[in-house]
């Protein structure tokens, strides 16, 4: 089985130690790990197709481990890739056919392309993209969509547009609404048309293990009808926005790690809103579905039917906002940022070939702001702060003396009774997460120290009002900023 390896286009490993192989197939090159099952059915072909006896067991291993040692130890080292990468200035999508076909994107425009200069790898499930039609118009995917409003579907089609670019960051995309508001649908369409995978969409992962798993095998992850977010999965979700890394043991050593790396976009839907930390909900499009009554509601086969006519020319005009976007990017310059800069350049620098200029930045501003809203009326606690700021302007305490005044304010107001500080300590860290989402409301937090005691602080103050002096300088009298 030796004259196998000759016919290999290249052997090489990956920054982990990963081995390759570039194999010739019908005219066309794949690429596969070597230790695959398709790697190895390969070889086998082979030595059928040579001896016309089936390979034994020894020749098969004797083969793989030559190969994997000449890709480790003679080969290059290469990137590999899932659906989307980028090379000298051009983006590639991978259209995952049989004959191993990719779309190249440049800002001259796209177009397919038999063999990418990049190696792309092929995961359990991943379906073939159709190939995309010029001329086609965003606007036949809004029919498709349980959309109310113009805003949504501009942040829908700018979050498609950033999923069709490598390594983020990406923002969270996260569709509520109540049962029968096509939310499954809406996803399934999403995922379908950035990376049709046999199983569009998932129940969440059971720990952050098997969640890097799944991003180390798809390049959108869609999870469906969750019925809450666990802290450690709302914490995780950040991390795999902006580009997340996770280790675990290797099986069967006691010093070997496996590592995860990855950035994905990530889609999810519920009935009700699953997001309540600040962090990711400042990092989410948070989109709410009406439901669909019965005169207007259609039969699913009949609106897969339409979206699989219309499919490749959608692609074809998100592609073409990608082209306009390559061009333009370098001269977006954009009054504010905010939390996904990078997102919102892109975005702005793609939207001007879908819709006019500050489209997007006016939905996305609306979109931030409602979202920040409904999670502070969710938090107990930020809305014991907004009622504190409204009513004094001013308030300087500790910890425990604001925890002693919400609890007051709750017992004032009903609504204000759940759990959500039991010690100072917990309700400073608390408070925390929530300075982000309540300085956009114009609501300052300065934690501080008392002069000479070092007692920890907390001011609350409107905007602006909070530091008599600025950049780093004490707080007030007596206080030094933490």
Same mark, same amino acid.
């Given at each position: 089985?030796?004259?196998?390896? !000759?016919?290999?286009?290249?052997?090489?490993?990956?920054?982990?130690?990963?081995?390759?192989?570039?194999?010739?197939?019908?005219?066309?090159?794949?690429?596969?790990?070597?230790? $695959?099952?398709? =790697?190895?059915?390969?070889?086998?072909?082979?030595?059928?197709?040579?001896?016309?006896?089936?390979?034994?067991?020894?020749?098969?291993?004797?083969?793989?481990?030559?190969?994997?040692?000449?890709?480790? =130890?003679?080969?290059?080292?290469?990137?590999?890739?899932?659906?989307?990468? !980028?090379?000298?200035?051009?983006?590639?999508?991978?259209?995952?056919?049989?004959?191993?076909?990719?779309?190249?994107?440049?800002?001259?425009?796209?177009?397919?392309?038999?063999?990418?200069?990049?190696?792309?790898?092929?995961?359990?499930?991943?379906?073939?993209?159709?190939?995309?039609?010029?001329?086609?118009? %965003?606007?036949?995917?809004?029919?498709?969509?349980?959309?109310?409003?113009?805003?949504?579907?501009?942040?829908?089609?700018?979050?498609?547009?950033?999923?069709?670019?490598?390594?983020?960051?990406?923002?969270?995309?996260?569709?509520?609404?109540?049962?029968? $508001?096509?939310?499954?649908?809406?996803?399934?369409?999403?995922?379908?048309?950035?990376?049709?995978?046999?199983?569009?969409?998932?129940?969440?992962?059971?720990?952050?293990?098997?969640?890097?798993?799944?991003?180390?095998?798809?390049?959108?992850?869609?999870?469906?009808?969750?019925?809450?977010?666990?802290?450690? =999965? $709302?914490?995780?979700?950040?991390?795999?926005?902006?580009?997340?890394?996770?280790?675990?043991?290797?099986?069967?050593?006691?010093?070997?790690?496996?590592?995860?790396?990855?950035?994905?976009?990530?889609?999810?839907?519920?009935?009700?809103?699953?997001?309540?930390?600040?962090?990711?909900?400042?990092?989410?499009?948070?989109?709410?579905?009406?439901?669909?009554?019965?005169?207007?509601?259609?039969? !699913?086969?009949?609106?897969?039917?339409?979206?699989?006519?219309?499919?490749?020319?959608?692609?074809?005009?998100?592609?073409?906002?990608?082209?306009?976007?390559?061009?333009?990017?370098?001269?977006?310059?954009?009054?504010?940022?905010?939390?996904?800069?990078?997102?919102?350049?892109?975005?702005?620098?793609?939207?001007?070939?879908?819709?006019?200029?500050?489209?997007?930045?006016?939905?996305?501003?609306?979109?931030?702001?409602?979202?920040?809203?409904?999670? %502070?009326?969710?938090?107990?606690?930020?809305?014991?702060?907004?009622?504190?700021?409204?009513?004094?302007?001013?308030?300087?305490?500790?910890?425990?003396?604001?925890?002693?005044?919400?609890?007051?304010?709750?017992?004032?107001?009903?609504?204000?009774?759940?759990?959500?500080?039991?010690?100072?300590?917990?309700?400073?860290?608390?408070?925390?997460?929530?300075?982000?989402?309540?300085?956009?409301?114009?609501? !300052?937090?300065?934690?501080?120290?008392?002069?000479? $005691?070092?007692?920890?602080? %907390?001011?609350?103050?409107?905007?602006?009002?909070?530091?008599?002096?600025?950049?780093?300088?004490?707080?007030?009298?007596?206080?030094?900023?933490?």
């Amino acid at each position: 089985m030796l004259s196998a390896i !000759e016919l290999c286009g290249e052997l090489f490993h990956t920054l982990a130690g990963t081995a390759y192989a570039d194999i010739p197939v019908n005219g066309h090159r794949e690429t596969w790990p070597i230790r $695959s099952q398709r =790697f190895r059915n390969w070889l086998r072909r082979l030595h059928y197709e040579a001896t016309g006896e089936p390979a034994s067991g020894a020749a098969l291993r004797s083969t793989l481990d030559l190969c994997e040692a000449r890709a480790q =130890f003679e080969g290059p080292q290469r990137a590999v890739h899932i659906r989307i990468a !980028e090379h000298a200035g051009c983006l590639y999508l991978d259209l995952a056919d049989a004959h191993w076909r990719a779309v190249q994107v440049s800002p001259d425009g796209w177009q397919v392309i038999a063999s990418a200069p990049v190696r792309f790898r092929r995961p359990a499930g991943m379906l073939a993209m159709p190939l995309p039609e010029q001329g086609g118009s %965003i606007a036949e995917l809004k029919s498709l969509l349980n959309v109310s409003s113009r805003d949504d579907f501009v942040l829908i089609v700018s979050w498609l547009v950033a999923a069709l670019r490598p390594g983020g960051p990406y923002p969270l995309l996260a569709i509520s609404g109540e049962q029968g $508001s096509a939310k499954t649908v809406l996803s399934k369409i999403l995922k379908a048309l950035i990376d049709p995978n046999v199983a569009p969409v998932r129940a969440l992962s059971r720990d952050e293990r098997d969640l890097m798993i799944a991003a180390n095998n798809g390049h959108l992850l869609a999870f469906d009808n969750l019925s809450g977010l666990p802290h450690s =999965f $709302s914490d995780a979700l950040c991390r795999l926005t902006s580009g997340g890394s996770f280790a675990v043991r290797r099986l069967y050593t006691d010093d070997e790690e496996v590592l995860f790396q990855a950035a994905r976009p990530i889609l999810l839907n519920s009935i009700e809103d699953v997001i309540r930390r600040p962090d990711l909900g400042d990092r989410a499009i948070v989109l709410t579905l009406s439901p669909i009554s019965e005169a207007q509601r259609r039969p !699913e086969t009949e609106l897969w039917r339409e979206f699989e006519r219309v499919r490749p020319r959608i692609l074809g005009a998100l592609l073409d906002a990608v082209v306009h976007g390559l061009r333009a990017v370098g001269r977006v310059d954009l009054e504010r940022l905010p939390r996904m800069a990078d997102f919102a350049i892109w975005a702005t620098a793609c939207e001007t070939a879908l819709w006019p200029d500050g489209t997007f930045a006016r939905a996305y501003a609306a979109n931030r702001r409602a979202a920040i809203e409904s999670m %502070i009326e969710a938090d107990p606690l930020a809305t014991c702060v907004r009622t504190i700021v409204g009513e004094r302007s001013n308030w300087t305490g500790t910890a425990s003396d604001l925890l002693r005044l919400c609890a007051q304010q709750a017992h004032a107001d009903v609504s204000m009774s759940p759990p959500w500080a039991r010690n100072p300590r917990s309700l400073a860290g608390r408070l925390r997460r929530a300075q982000t989402f309540l300085r956009m409301l114009d609501i !300052e937090i300065v934690f501080c120290r008392e002069g000479r $005691s070092g007692a920890r602080m %907390i001011r609350l103050s409107p905007l602006g009002q909070s530091r008599s002096r600025a950049n780093g300088m004490d707080c007030d009298e007596g206080y030094r900023v933490e």
